[in-house]
C-alpha cells in the first residue's frame, strides 16, 4: 500500500554556511591583536576558557551581510514553508557585540544562550590534533560528535524527540540562530587551541514582521 506522508517544520531554525578564506584570515588577524591588547572578554561569558576576547566588530559587520540574506532567506521558508514571500531586502542590522575564543584543553562551554536576535559562530581554526582526537574517540570510545563539537538543545523529552544537534566543525564553519537556542561546547584532551568566534545580531526590523 502506497500511503502519503507529510512531517511538521518543528522548533528553531539553524542555519549552517561557511565564511570565505578571506574573512578567516580577517578574524584571525583581529583576534592576534585583541590577544595582544588583552582586550579580555571573560567577564561577559559563560565560557570555562581562560582566553576569551573581545573583537572591535564594527570594522567586520559587512562581512556578515551576505550570510544574514541568506538566513533570512532560509528562514522565511521555515517558518512559511510552501508559502514563501517575495525575496525582501536585508534590514538594517546591528552587530552587539562579538568576540574570540582560543578554547585549551580541558576547557568548555556549558549550556547558555545568548542577548540580541541571532547569535552566530564562525570556526576559524580547527588544528589537526583536535581532528585526530575525535577520530580515536569515534573508534575506540563513544557515538557521539566527540571533543570539541558544539551542540544546540531544544526541549525536552525521550529518545523518541530530536532535542539536540551536535556537530563537529571544520574551519571556515559558520551557524547562525537563534539567540534563545541554548547551545554548549565539549571539552577535550588534545595541547591545542580550537579557535572560533562569535557574536551577537540585533535584526528587530525582520523579526518584529515575523511575529505579526
Known amino acids: 500500500m502506497n500511503l502519503s506522508y507529510k512531517f511538521f517544520y518543528w522548533g528553531p531554525y539553524l542555519f549552517q554556511s561557511t565564511i570565505t578564506a578571506e574573512f578567516c584570515q580577517i578574524l584571525l588577524k583581529a583576534g592576534a591583536e585583541a590577544r595582544k591588547k588583552k582586550r579580555h572578554y571573560n567577564h561577559k561569558l559563560a565560557g570555562h576558557i581562560k582566553n576569551q576576547f573581545q573583537l572591535t566588530h564594527e570594522t567586520l559587520k559587512n562581512h556578515l551581510t551576505d550570510l544574514l540574506a541568506a ?11 510552501n508559502k514563501i514571500p517575495e525575496k525582501t531586502p536585508v534590514p538594517s ?11 585549551g584543553p580541558g576547557e568548555f562551554n556549558p549550556p547558555h544562550y545568548h542577548g540580541g536576535n541571532l547569535s552566530f559562530i564562525c570556526f576559524i581554526d580547527i588544528p589537526k590534533k583536535l581532528m585526530l582526537e575525535v577520530k580515536k574517540f569515534k573508534e575506540r570510545e563513544g557515538r557521539s560528535k566527540g571533543p570539541g563539537s558544539v551542540a544546540w538543545i531544544y526541549g525536552e523529552g525521550g529518545k523518541e524527540y530530536n532535542t539536540l544537534v551536535a556537530h563537529f566543525p571544520k574551519t571556515l564553519d559558520f551557524f547562525m540562530f537563534p539567540a534563545a537556542l541554548k ?4 571539552p577535550f584532551k588534545s595541547k591545542c587551541e580550537r579557535v572560533s568566534v562569535s557574536g ?12 505579526d
Open 71 to 81: 538566513y533570512i532567506e532560509g528562514h522565511k521558508e521555515f517558518i512559511y514553508q
Open 93 to 103: 542590522f546591528t552587530l552587539q557585540d562579538m568576540w574570540i575564543n582560543y578554547q
Open 183 to 186: 547551545h554548549f561546547v565539549y
Open 200 to 211: 551577537n545580531i540585533v535584526n528587530k526590523e525582520y523579526f518584529d514582521k515575523v511575529r
